[in-house]
């Protein structure tokens, strides 16, 4: 078998993976490794060459295909360009730097007659950017919705199964490798907006710049919330959606939303205990596409970790390794991605049900005035329940029916307004299909 030599960019979480699985795949040669720092402590041994100067790798005409697992902006695109360049085959987990500069590389990759591949960028070890690439390459796509995320979906699941706090549950998804070198970017739903651009561009043929993706992360999220929401048969978890709004018949947007823009945001949701995305636990993903042609398919599996992620990876270069003996293959393998940006869906016109923890003054007339205050806004109350009284004070938990998102922010700028309300303490969407 004819051998293919590769340089990588990190030895990390994902890079130790990547060099354990190579081990069973002797023709894929790994020359040489960089690192930031050589005095490290690695998880992983490795007789490959490591070295802290980038140039070794990106400058040495026998490396075929440059792996980066480094993550962040910068200084990985500035690597990944000049590996282009040099018309050298890129293998990246990195969904920052494809979300904010896709269009670029594709058309520079494009230019110079190689690829990139980019399986582990997004759901870690799930096959979802091949499947989407082509299995499901004779579909329309209606909408791409999910778990995206396995630090938070990890945060989330232990702080309802073990009782774990917030920080603690974090704490023990980093040791696990599983977060962001910052985690903010988890915690925050930057990462899942990441993945929601990449999943866009392929979906729906626009990539969505991330700053105009909706984002709410799970920070606020209480023990309270989750133990509430299990009550009325609920879960809470970060789903991420990216859905046409083409069809008029779209039920999660108005009639009349604008033609050919998307709807695309993460944000925590409470899904029904019943539904396949409150099954999944820990650092598991679970994504939902569906097609004109196939209806709807669940994928569900590792979201995080060094060997599922190097799973995606190797799985990349291998495919790779069976392209390369064809000739001028890289146009046949780039995704048909356009440098077109596309619109969003304005977050107004969004609809799902509302779950709203209030903390009120427990006086008469509080829940007629918030009824009132509701049905000026043409919300309708699905289920309201008093709990917590103490020192004059009380919990109000809504559970409401479809909602029209500007209505629903109207009402909370009057409800803040009511001299009884203490505070919103959480106003969260809850699942909705379609
Ligand atoms: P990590 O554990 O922080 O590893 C990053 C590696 O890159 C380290 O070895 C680091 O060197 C090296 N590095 C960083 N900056 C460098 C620089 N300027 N020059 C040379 N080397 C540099 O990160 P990771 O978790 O493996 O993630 C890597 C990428 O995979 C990210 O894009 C991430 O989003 C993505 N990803 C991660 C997972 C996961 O589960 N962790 C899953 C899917 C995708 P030192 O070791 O010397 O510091
Ligand atoms: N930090 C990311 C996560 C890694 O937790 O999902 C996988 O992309």
């Known amino acids: 078998m004819a051998r293919v030599v590769l340089g990588m960019l990190g030895l990390g979480t994902v890079g130790s993976g990547v060099v354990k699985l190579l081990a069973q795949h002797k023709h894929l040669q790994l020359k040489k490794i960089a690192v930031r720092d050589l005095a490290k402590e690695r998880a992983t041994t490795t007789t490959c060459p490591v070295t802290t100067d980038v140039n070794e790798i990106i400058d040495d005409p026998e490396i075929e295909v440059l792996v980066e697992v480094m993550g962040g902006e910068e200084p990985a695109l500035t690597y990944i360009k000049r590996a282009l360049e040099k018309r050298k085959h890129v293998v990246t987990a990195n969904k920052e730097v494809l979300a904010k500069h896709g269009p670029s590389l594709f058309a520079l990759a494009r230019e110079k007659g190689v690829t990139i591949f980019f399986e582990a960028s997004v759901a870690g070890g799930i096959p979802l950017i091949s499947t989407i690439q082509r299995g499901l390459g004779a579909n329309q796509f209606k909408a791409v919705t999910g778990i995206l995320n396995g630090t938070t979906n990890f945060i989330l699941s232990n702080m309802e199964e073990r009782g774990l706090s917030y920080e603690t549950a974090l704490a023990e998804?980093?040791?696990?490798?599983?977060?962001?070198?910052?985690?903010?970017?988890?915690?925050?739903?930057?990462?899942?907006?990441?993945?929601?651009?990449?999943?866009?561009?392929?979906?729906?043929?626009?990539?969505?710049?991330?700053?105009?993706?909706?984002?709410?992360?799970?920070?606020?999220?209480?023990?309270?919330?989750?133990?509430?929401?299990?009550?009325?048969?609920?879960?809470?978890?970060?789903?991420?959606?990216?859905?046409?709004?083409?069809?008029?018949?779209?039920?999660?947007?108005?009639?009349?939303?604008?033609?050919?823009?998307?709807?695309?945001?993460?944000?925590?949701?409470?899904?029904?205990?019943?539904?396949?995305?409150?099954a999944v636990s820990g650092s598991n993903n679970c994504i939902l596409v569906t097609g004109d042609a196939v209806g709807e398919i669940i994928m569900v599996g590792p979201g995080a970790g060094s060997l599922p992620t190097a799973s995606a990876v190797v799985g990349d270069i291998i495919n790779l390794e069976s392209a390369l003996k064809l000739p001028d293959f890289a146009s046949y393998f780039q995704p048909s991605i356009t440098s077109q940006w596309s619109n969003t869906a304005s977050s107004d016109d969004w609809v799902s049900p509302y779950f709203l923890r209030l903390s009120v003054a427990d006086t008469p007339g509080v829940i007629g005035t918030i009824g009132t205050i509701f049905g000026n806004h043409k919300i309708s109350i699905q289920s309201i329940i008093q709990r917590g009284v103490k020192d004059g004070r009380a919990t109000i938990v809504i559970l409401t029916h479809d909602v029209r998102e500007g209505d629903m922010n109207a009402a909370l700028t009057d409800l803040k307004e009511c001299p009884f309300l203490d505070s919103v303490a959480s106003a969260i969407r809850i699942y909705r299909a379609g």
């Open 173 to 278: 998804a980093q040791a696990l490798g599983f977060a962001e070198a910052d985690p903010s970017a988890d915690v925050d739903g930057h990462d899942v907006a990441y993945k929601l651009s990449i999943l866009a561009a392929l979906s729906f043929q626009r990539f969505v710049k991330p700053t105009d993706i909706y984002r709410q992360g799970i920070r606020e999220i209480t023990p309270e919330d989750l133990a509430l929401a299990k009550e009325f048969g609920y879960r809470i978890k970060l789903v991420g959606t990216a859905r046409s709004t083409n069809s008029t018949n779209d039920p999660n947007t108005k009639p009349n939303a604008e033609e050919k823009s998307l709807a695309v945001r993460v944000h925590p949701t409470l899904v029904p205990l019943s539904h396949p995305l409150a």
